[in-house]
């Protein structure tokens, strides 16, 4: 079975890749801005241990509170976010099979590994935004962690949930890059960041 087929596999990758990113972050660059302008890179490395556990708690069947605020996270950020990953493979290892459909209230019928994809685009997408702002490489990136996001993305991201952060959106307007531009930088710019 290949990344493609077990999208538990491709999480764990895009993970991993998070958490090399993560790795190479000193708590000097904690105060550092990042593409996601409300944040710091102290404050988005926070947001991202804060969605290993509200994704754990929907790889378990139930509903994450999204309204609750995340609490900033000060040092010791890899070994928070190893430890909060493998739960999360674990979790969704013991959720069983993702390959037929979800019925999701107001919604409709989904592919059954839609949140798996969707956790795959946060990771991928917030991995480009702590590289970008800790001037670490996107070259050796996880490129189908890349592909299977963007096309999540495209499937998914409505021009309902665009626009500013100021009048409460999570995305920018999708930016015009040249369609031969590395898959990150399409990634980032389909995801409203300026690659």
């Keep these: 079975m290949t990344a493609t087929e077990d999208p538990i596999d491709l999480l764990a990758r895009a993970l991993a890749q998070t958490a090399g990113l993560i790795d190479g972050v000193g708590t000097e660059l904690a105060g550092h801005p990042t593409a996601c302008h409300s944040w710091d890179v102290g404050q988005l490395i926070s947001h991202l241990l804060f969605d290993l556990r509200q994704f754990t708690v929907r790889a378990n069947g139930d509903n994450p509170d999204w309204s609750q605020p995340f609490e900033r996270v000060e ?4 070994h928070a976010f190893e430890a909060g990953a ?5 979790t969704w290892r013991a ?20 949140p798996v994809d969707q956790q795959i685009a946060e990771f991928a997408v917030h991995g480009w935004d702590l590289a970008r702002a800790t001037d670490q490489s996107t070259d050796g990136l996880d490129h189908e962690v890349a592909v299977t996001s963007l096309a999540w993305g495209r499937g998914a991201l409505s021009p309902k949930y665009r626009g500013s ?7 920018g307007p999708e930016v015009a890059v040249a369609e031969d ?3 990150y930088d399409r990634l980032a710019a389909f995801f409203g960041r300026q690659p």
């Design 181 to 183: 531009a590395p898959v």
């Design 75 to 78: 040092d010791d950020w890899l």
């Design 86 to 90: 493998e739960e999360l493979v674990a």
């Design 165 to 171: 952060e100021e009048d409460g959106h999570s995305f």
């Design 95 to 114: 959720a069983g099979d993702l390959t037929g459909v979800i019925e999701v209230p107001g919604v409709g019928e989904l592919p059954a590994r839609f």
